[in-house]
Each structure stands twice: as structure tokens, then as C-alpha cells.
């Protein structure tokens, strides 16, 4: 039904219809969705909803909804808190966009899911994890001709620094310290490849056990951002993934100078 056929809403429905997209939003971008499908999506939310049209002004940290339903405009604004990777919650509000738009669900359920997503927390168990990075680092560098000395200490080193990280996030440290510390962690540990010649390559440990840190995700949002007409997000999310990135070598160079190991440098 196109938007000249939209009966107009109710001052209520407009609200709630409004607040509900901006939600949505609001998630999309704190769990790293790129901005042209929050755009996208938050548009297609608030017009099944019930609005005639929906227009976003998304940045960095925030986002400013305009939603329209007959004569009537409404704004309102939401501050963005990043909260790290998390692309099921991001599949999880596109398969709720789609059921609304196919009448599946309405305003009521659709609260009721966005509320479940936000106070859900999505993990892994946390040695889980710490298994399965240190085993995704160690096969890096056996990939790259390191044998399995150096798969050995690759994978010690990089469990080593994700405990280190998991640990210093649950202390509420700041992510650019937390890993500054994971990589000097990660470091410390893989210098004693080159130290006690480990290995036919001991130098790929230091180099593959902070890989865990390389914050590719961000940087491949930047670049989608930026390619898509986004700009000034792109450069916000480069600018702080290049923050992430000295930070980590700030955290090497640490290391080796406490070590006096330098490894690959």
C-alpha cells in the first residue's frame, strides 16, 4: 500500500511507531550494523508500522529520526553507546523487520522482542572462546610455515591475551588500555619462541598472536560507510579503529622493550 493510501495515525500510534524504529536503530548501530542498512531497516520498520515516510540523520554516536504520518512530523533522538560486535542481534531485528512488514507482528510484539534484545546478552562461554582464538592464531602461523612449537606457543600466547582482554572488560577498563594490556600479554608470552629458539620460525608467534586484536570489522565498516556516501561516520569508525590499531602496537613495543626480545622488528 503506498503512503497516500495510509490512513493517518492516531498521535499515540505516530509515537509509538516512531520510537519503535528509532529503537531499532538505536541497536543496529550500537552492534555494528554498516549505516546504510540502520537507514534502511529503520525505515522499513517505521512504514510498516504505519508512518508515511521516515528520514535519519545517523552518526557516530547518535541518531535523529523524522517520521511523518499524514500532516504531522515527529523527531526524536537517540545517543548511540558502542557495544562491540554482535551481528545475531542485527539478524534478529532484520528477521523482525520482515515480519512486520508481512503483518506477522505488530507494535506490541515488536516492543516486546526490541526489549528482549536489549537486555539480552549475547556470548559464548568465555573458554570457549579463549579456545577457539587460540587455536584460530596457531593455525594462522602453521599456515604461514611456523611448525608445531610454534603452534604451540602461538596458541598458548593468543589464550593468554584473550583472558587478558575478557578479564580487563569485565573490570570496566577502557577499551583502547584493554588493548594496549592484551597485546603486551600476547607478546610477552610468544617472545619466548624467539628467546629459547622454539620452532623454525619463532618470530611468527610474536606476529600471529596478537591477531585476536586486529580490529577488522570496524575497519570494514568504515571503508562500506565511507564507498556508500556515509562519510562522516566512516571516518569516525577509521579514526577509531585506527586508535585501536596504535594501541595494539603501542602494546608490542611494550613488551619487547620489557622482554629485550624484538622478534619480527
Not at 61 to 80: E, F
Not at 189 to 202: D, E, R, T, Y
Not at 206 to 226: E, H, K, Q, R, W
Not at 241 to 248: D, E, G, K, Q
Request: glycine share 8%.
Amino acid at each position: 500500500m503506498s503512503s497516500q493510501q495510509k490512513a493517518q495515525l492516531t498521535l499515540e500510534q505516530h509515537e509509538e511507531a516512531t520510537r519503535l524504529a528509532l529503537w531499532g536503530g538505536q541497536l543496529l548501530l550500537q552492534y555494528g550494523a554498516e549505516s546504510q542498512l540502520v537507514e534502511t531497516l529503520t525505515h522499513r520498520l517505521g512504514t510498516a508500522l504505519g508512518c508515511d515516510w521516515m528520514d535519519l540523520a545517523v552518526s557516530h554516536n547518535a541518531i535523529v529520526l523524522t517520521s511523518v504520518s499524514g500532516p504531522r512530523y515527529l523527531t526524536k533522538t537517540r545517543r548511540i553507546v558502542d557495544r562491540g560486535i554482535n551481528m545475531t542481534t542485527v539478524s534478529e531485528i532484520c528477521r523482525l523487520v520482515v515480519m512486520v512488514e508481512k503483518g506477522l507482528k505488530d507494535a506490541n510484539e515488536v516492543r516486546k522482542k526490541l526489549r528482549q534484545l536489549s537486555d539480552k546478552q549475547f556470548h559464548y562461554n568465555r573458554w570457549l572462546m579463549i579456545l577457539m582464538v587460540g587455536l584460530s592464531c596457531a593455525c594462522f602461523a602453521r599456515l604461514q610455515g611456523g611448525d608445531w612449537p610454534v603452534f604451540g606457543v602461538t596458541f598458548v600466547a593468543s589464550a593468554v591475551a584473550m583472558f587478558v582482554r575478557q578479564e580487563l572488560h569485565h573490570r570496566g577498563y577502557h577499551l583502547l588500555m584493554n588493548w594496549v594490556l592484551s597485546a603486551a600479554a600476547a607478546t610477552s608470552v610468544a617472545a619466548l619462541a624467539p628467546a629459547f629458539s622454539l620452532g623454525n620460525k619463532p618470530e611468527l608467534a610474536m606476529a600471529a598472536s596478537v591477531l585476536l586484536l586486529v580490529p577488522g570489522f570496524p575497519l570494514m565498516n568504515a571503508i562500506s560507510d565511507m564507498v556508500k556516501g556515509h562519510v562522516n561516520v566512516g571516518i569516525a569508525r577509521w579514526t577509531w579503529a585506527s586508535m585501536m590499531v596504535l594501541s595494539v602496537a603501542l602494546g608490542i613495543l611494550l613488551a619487547m622493550n620489557l622482554t629485550g626480545v624484538w622478534g619480527w622488528l
